[in-house]
């Protein structure tokens, strides 16, 4: 059973970046879609980026595009989500996911495996 185990989260201002990351335990990431989503204060949770298991599809909400960087390390079993320019709509609890199969990785039903999540505040 892969579980999912996010780090990097906190506060930062406007303007700031911010790196999660995302490791996996009990499994590797090996031939996973894996995904980063979001949750802002009463919204729904939402897509942020997403990259394939060889690495070489990457795709972002437009939101995000030019701004955060979704990349895979096999060798420590993690993926990360760099994050520049930050505003205060960033803030929200960021979740890691995998998903081993075709999928297009945009929708969280594409998605098996779950982090609990890092908190991600941006201050004005």
């Known amino acids: 059973q892969v579980q999912l185990v996010e780090s990097g989260g906190g506060l930062v201002q406007a303007g700031g970046s911010l790196r999660l990351s995302c490791k996996a335990s009990?499994?590797?990431?090996?031939?996973?879609?894996m995904g980063w989503f979001r949750r802002a204060p009463g919204k729904e949770r939402e897509f942020v980026a997403t990259?394939?298991?060889?690495?070489?599809?990457?795709v972002y909400a437009d939101s995000v595009k030019g701004r955060f960087t979704i990349s895979r390390d096999v060798v420590k079993n993690t993926v990360d989500l760099q994050m520049n320019s930050l505003n205060p709509d960033d803030t929200a609890v960021y979740y890691c996911?995998?998903?081993?199969?075709?999928?297009?990785?945009?929708?969280?039903?594409?998605?098996?495996?779950w982090g609990q999540g890092t908190q991600v505040t941006v201050s004005s």
């Open positions: 996911a995998g998903a081993y199969g075709f999928y297009s990785g945009r929708y969280t039903a594409d998605y098996k495996y």
């Open positions: 990259i394939s298991p060889s690495g070489s599809s990457l």
């Open positions: 009990g499994g590797t990431f090996t031939g996973y879609l």
